[in-house]
């Protein structure tokens, strides 16, 4: 497993920790990317997918 140093939105972790029912923050940004892979599988690598605005 890969060790990662970022900075992430305190709102939208804790948003993705009620939505997935995730205690820590490596539990929910690992769901979270679990679950992205899972509804997009492969073609999510394949195709590039333009990013969110910031807020």
């Known amino acids: 497993m890969a060790k990662l140093r970022l900075e992430v939105d305190d709102e939208a972790l804790a948003e993705a920790a009620k ?7 490596e539990d929910t940004v690992n769901m979270a990317l679990a679950e992205v ?19």
């Open 19 to 25: 939505l997935l029912g995730t205690k820590t923050k």
């Open 37 to 55: 892979v899972k509804r997009r599988g492969t073609s999510a690598s394949a195709t590039p997918r333009p990013e969110s605005p910031s807020t």
